[in-house]
C-alpha cells in the first residue's frame, strides 16, 4: 500500500503540532493517519457540483434563531485569581515562561 | 429495589412529599457506588483493576453531594420550592467545568485543573435541586467510542457484561446511569457519544438539536458539532432534564434564541398519524479493511434490523404510519466526512493547552518556550488527541484543504439535504422521526477495536449523519441481543422537534412496559 503521509511530512506535521514523540509513537500514529487518509479519501470520488455550498453548521442560524449580540460593556471578571491560580508557575501574578527565542524577520 | 434505582421523577415526588429525604436519597447511591464502582480511573491506573467493577468515576464528590442534599431537606422544612429535580442524584461527564473540580477531559493534560466555574447546562440543573454526586470517566477528550482511551484507568466497564465496553464517548455516564449511580448523568454528542452508549448500556439518551443547549463551559472538541444531553433510564426522566438544561444562554452566542417547548405536557398525546421511516441506507455497515486498505460494505446483523422493525410494528399498532424505503444516499459519507470536520476543529480547540495557562506542564529542564510546549504537550496528550491533532493539521493545510476540507463541508451539505427532504412537510415522505439502529453491533469486548482508530470511528456511522445535520436524535431500549447485551433504537427527527421524538420513545416504553426483557437487570446488582 503506498503512503501518503511520509516520515517527512510526519515530521513536519508534528513539528507544526508543537509536539515531541518517540520512534515508537511516531511509527503507530504514522501508520494510523494513512489508514484515516484511506478512508477520508473515498470522499474524494463523490461528485461536487458548484450549487453545493459548505456547510459550517448543520442547523442554519437563522435571524430567527440567532441570538442578539450582547452589548459591548465592560465587567471585571470575578474569577481573576483562581483562572491565575492554575498556571503552573507564578511570580507576583506574572506568570513565568522560560526564554521566548526570537527570529529576525528578513 | 433501592431507593438509587427509582426514576427521578417518581424520586422528586417522594422528596417534595417528605416520604424520603434527599439525604436518604443520596446516602442509597454513594453507597451503590461504594458496592459496585470499585477504584476510579486514575492517572497511571490499568484496566486489569478490578475487572468485575465498573469504574464509571474519576471524581467522587460525596461531601459536596451531602451538602446539596441537605439544601434540598433544608428548603422542603421551610415550605420554600426545592426545584423540578429536587434532591435527584446525577453525574456529570467530566468534560464539563463545575467549579471546584477537577475538571480533567480524561487527559493527563488537564488532570490538576480545578474549573472556577461552572457549565451553564450543568448550574441549571444545580438550580433546581439536582444533587451532583461526581464527575464520571469519558474517551480522553471525548475522542472515542469505547471510553478505554481515558488516561484515567480503570475505565468503566459495561454493567450488562463487564467483559464488554460501555461504549463511548459518555462511557461514565452511561455505565453508572444503567448501575444506579444516580438517576442521570449529563454526556455529550459529538458524532453519537450520548447516544451509542446509551444503545450499549440499555439506557436512553437524548442528542438535541445543536444550538438546544448552551456550550458554555464545556471543554470544547468539535465546535460545530458538539451537543450537551442527558442519559437516563425512562424517557419522562429524559424529557424532564432536557427541559431544564435547555434554552438561550448569553455565554454562547450559538445556543439558539428559541422559546423552549413543555417537552412533559407533550409525551403523553397521542402518535396517531405520525409518519415515522425506515431507510435501507441504515441497516447496512461500512468498515475499513486495514489489511487491503479497502471500504466494506454489508447489513448490519439481523438481531439489530429486526429490533427496528419490531419497533415499529409496536408504534404502528398505536398507530403511527410506517413509511419504509426511505432513500438516505449520503448516510455512508458520514464517518469520512467526519475525519476531515472533527478533526480539524479538535486540532484547532486543543492549540490552547501549552503547559502555560493553566494544566500540566513538563518537569524536564527545558531551553525555549518552544521546547516547554513540544514536551508538554507531547507528556500531557495521550494518542488519540495527538492523531487528531495531526490529522487536522494535515487536512486543512492550504495545499490540502481544497480537497479534504472544503469537500467535507460541502459533502455535509448533502447530508444535510437528505434529511431535508425527508422531513419536508410538503415532500415525498413527510416525516416526522425516521427509526434506525442506533449502533451496527451491540456493545463490544474491552480491547477488540481500541488501537485501530479507523475501526472504532465506523462505530459511530449511523450516529453522526444527524451531527453533521445538527438534527436531534434519541437512543432508547429496545430489547437484548442473544448475548445479554442491551440493544438500542434511534429515532431522528427535524430541528427542534425534540418533543416528538421524546412522545414517539415515550409511547413505546409505555407499550413494552409489560414485556419480559423490560425486567431485567444489569447482572452487575445482583450482588
Known sequence: MTETITPEIFEHLVNLAALELSPQESEYLRQQLNNQLKAINELVAIPITPDIPPALHGISYSAEIRPPIREDKWMPSIYADSILDQAPQMEDRFIIVPDIPHEDLE | ?527
Open chain 2, 1 to 527: 429495589m433501592d431507593l438509587c434505582d427509582y426514576a427521578a421523577y417518581h424520586l422528586v415526588g417522594m422528596i417534595r412529599r417528605k416520604q424520603v429525604s434527599a439525604v436518604e436519597v443520596v446516602e442509597s447511591a454513594l453507597q451503590r457506588i461504594a458496592d459496585i464502582d470499585g477504584t476510579s480511573g486514575h492517572l497511571d491506573g490499568s484496566n486489569a483493576e478490578e475487572p468485575g467493577k465498573i469504574h464509571s468515576f474519576i471524581t467522587i464528590t460525596p461531601e459536596y453531594a451531602r451538602q446539596q442534599a441537605q439544601k434540598v431537606d433544608r428548603a422542603i422544612a421551610a415550605g420554600e420550592n426545592p426545584g423540578l429535580l429536587a434532591g435527584v442524584p446525577f453525574t456529570v461527564k467530566d468534560i464539563y467545568c463545575v467549579k471546584d473540580t477537577l475538571s480533567t477531559a480524561g487527559s493527563r493534560i488537564l488532570a490538576n485543573f480545578v474549573s472556577p466555574y461552572t457549565a451553564t447546562p450543568v448550574a441549571r440543573i444545580e438550580a433546581q435541586g439536582g444533587v451532583l454526586l461526581g464527575k464520571v470517566n469519558l474517551d480522553e477528550f471525548t475522542f472515542g467510542s469505547s471510553n478505554e482511551s481515558s488516561a484515567f484507568k480503570p475505565t468503566p466497564r459495561n454493567p450488562w457484561n463487564t467483559e464488554h465496553v460501555p461504549g463511548g464517548s459518555s462511557g461514565g455516564s452511561a455505565s453508572a446511569v444503567a448501575a444506579g449511580e444516580g438517576c442521570f448523568s449529563i454526556g455529550t454528542d459529538t458524532a453519537g457519544s450520548i447516544r451509542q452508549p446509551a444503545a450499549f448500556c440499555g439506557v436512553v439518551g437524548v442528542k438535541p438539536t445543536y444550538g438546544r443547549v448552551s456550550r458554555y463551559g464545556l471543554i470544547a472538541f468539535g465546535s460545530s458539532l458538539d451537543c450537551p444531553g442527558p442519559l437516563s433510564r425512562n424517557v419522562y426522566d429524559a424529557a424532564l432534564v432536557l427541559q431544564i438544561m435547555s434554552g438561550r444562554d448569553p455565554n454562547d452566542s450559538t445556543a439558539a434564541n428559541l422559546p423552549v417547548p413543555d417537552y412533559l405536557s407533550e409525551l403523553e398525546k397521542p402518535i396517531r398519524g405520525l409518519r415515522i421511516g425506515l431507510s435501507p441506507d441504515y441497516f447496512k455497515i461500512t468498515y475499513f479493511d486495514a489489511q487491503s486498505g479497502d471500504i466494506h460494505q454489508e447489513d448490519v446483523p439481523e438481531v439489530m434490523k429486526q429490533a427496528v422493525y419490531k419497533a415499529a410494528g409496536r408504534l404502528a399498532e398505536m398507530g403511527a404510519d410506517i413509511v419504509e424505503d426511505v432513500p438516505m444516499p449520503h448516510t455512508h459519507y458520514g464517518i469520512p466526512a467526519y475525519f476531515v470536520i472533527s478533526r480539524v476543529e479538535a486540532a484547532s480547540n486543543l492549540h490552547r493547552f501549552d503547559g502555560v495557562k493553566y494544566g500540566y506542564r513538563t518537569n524536564q529542564v527545558v531551553r525555549d518556550l518552544h521546547e516547554l510546549y513540544r514536551k508538554s504537550r507531547a507528556e500531557g496528550f495521550g494518542p488519540q488527541p495527538k492523531l487528531r491533532i495531526l490529522m487536522g493539521m494535515y487536512v486543512s493545510a492550504a495545499q490540502y484543504s481544497e480537497q479534504y476540507y472544503l469537500r467535507a463541508l460541502r459533502i455535509r451539505t448533502l447530508i444535510r439535504q437528505d434529511f431535508e427532504a425527508i422531513f419536508d412537510p410538503f415532500g415525498k415522505y413527510r416525516l416526522h422521526a425516521l427509526l434506525t439502529p442506533t449502533t451496527p453491533t451491540t456493545a463490544f469486548r474491552m480491547g477488540d477495536i481500541y488501537g485501530d482508530s479507523v475501526l472504532m470511528q465506523y462505530a459511530d456511522q449511523l450516529t453522526v449523519p444527524a451531527n453533521h445535520a445538527g438534527i436531534p436524535g434519541i437512543s432508547f431500549p429496545a430489547g437484548f441481543d442473544p448475548q445479554g447485551l442491551p440493544i438500542g433504537v434511534q429515532l431522528l427527527g427535524n430541528d427542534f422537534s425534540e418533543s416528538i421524538l421524546l412522545r414517539i420513545a415515550y409511547t413505546y416504553e409505555m407499550v413494552t412496559e409489560g414485556d419480559e426483557w423490560r425486567k431485567r437487570i444489569p447482572p452487575i446488582l445482583a450482588y
